[in-house]
């Protein structure tokens, strides 16, 4: 019996050893990992920056040997934008930023109420059961490619719009900027749901112990409550219109004019560029380096935008415990 029990012992001592050893083992193996992961979050970082600053010195660096030949005074006064003129270009880039604000004020019109309007309803009435439905439905429409958005700005909101709009040209204006607006709407809804949803019950439940209804605590509780978010998710949302290419170059044509009429024709900066990019130009020209010019005006546009939604976001931000 002694045997056995002695047996027993040296048995569990090797298993008991074993499992040490595995787990010394195993303590290596994720030791060598915490080690290599700040590494790779490191590296993916560098890249991120170094990948921003190339892009950056890229449209910095291009953008100077354009204006070696275009004057920066004629550049941003001159409201001709013809740059494949026969005799000498005119490269001024009014009619071109007209044309973008344009887009993106009609964008505006359509998102802002429509995406306000469904957070509002999704963070205050909606059950949770309606919520998870609606949500991810209006979050697809964010994920549908650009170009899609284009051809059915071209061939059905357009014709729509001129049987509503007897003047109304095959390329305008309007339609994209309705695309546009409703392509921006999801971006809109979603962040500002978000940003409704995170202002506390207790100040849900104190309006109502007051006497107050469910639309004046919507509307005069938890939208003032929660507006940095909001005004921030609509900055953002305008500076994706600004920045938008394959709708205006599909259905907003080609012609800069500096005018507010919406039925016309029209061309923005990115339709410029993506005009420019299908091999119009050649290489080393002027109308080459153009592009670059005006992707630093784009670029400079997205980047006010983005700041001035980061300081909105700092300056009307509500802290609650």
């Known amino acids: 019996m002694g045997v056995i029990e002695l047996a027993i012992q040296n048995v569990n001592s090797l298993s008991i050893q074993k499992l040490i050893e595995e787990k010394k083992k195993n303590h290596n193996t994720a030791g060598i990992i915490e080690k290599f992961i700040p590494m790779i979050l490191l590296l993916a970082a560098v890249v991120s920056v170094l990948t921003t600053i190339g892009t950056v ?25 013809y740059p494949f003129s026969e005799t000498e270009g005119t490269f001024g880039i009014l009619p071109l930023v007209l044309g973008t604000l344009k887009v993106t004020f009609i964008a505006i019109i359509v998102s802002i109420p429509i995406g306000l309007t469904s957070a509002i309803y999704l963070s205050e009435y909606a059950t949770e059961r309606t919520r998870r439905i609606i949500k991810p439905i209006l979050e697809v429409l964010a994920g549908i490619p650009t170009i899609v958005y284009g051809f059915f700005a ?28 409703i392509m921006i709407t999801p971006m809109i809804a979603s962040l500002s749901e978000d940003a409704l949803v995170s202002v506390p019950n207790s100040m849900r439940e104190g309006a109502f112990a007051l006497g107050a209804t469910k639309f004046e605590v919507a509307l005069k509780v938890v939208l003032p409550a929660a507006i940095s978010g909001i005004i921030s998710s609509i900055v953002l949302a305008i500076s994706r219109a600004i920045g938008e290419t394959m709708i205006v170059a599909i259905a907003g044509g080609s012609t800069p004019n500096v005018d507010w009429n919406v039925t016309n024709s029209i061309q923005t900066m990115t339709a410029y560029i993506v005009q420019v990019s299908q091999g119009d130009a050649g290489y080393g020209t002027t109308i080459y380096y153009s592009i670059y010019a005006v992707g630093m005006t784009l670029f400079i546009f997205t980047l006010i935008m983005n700041l001035i939604a980061q300081y909105i976001s700092r300056r009307f931000r509500e802290e609650y415990e």
């Open 57 to 81: 010195l890229t449209l910095i660096f291009e953008t100077i040997t354009f204006f070696q030949t275009v004057s920066i005074l004629e550049f941003l006064t001159t409201k001709k934008w």
């Open 154 to 181: 071209l061939t059905f909101v357009t014709p729509l719009l001129r049987e509503i709009i007897p003047g109304l040209e095959l390329f305008n204006a309007l339609s994209p900027g309705i695309v546009i607006g």
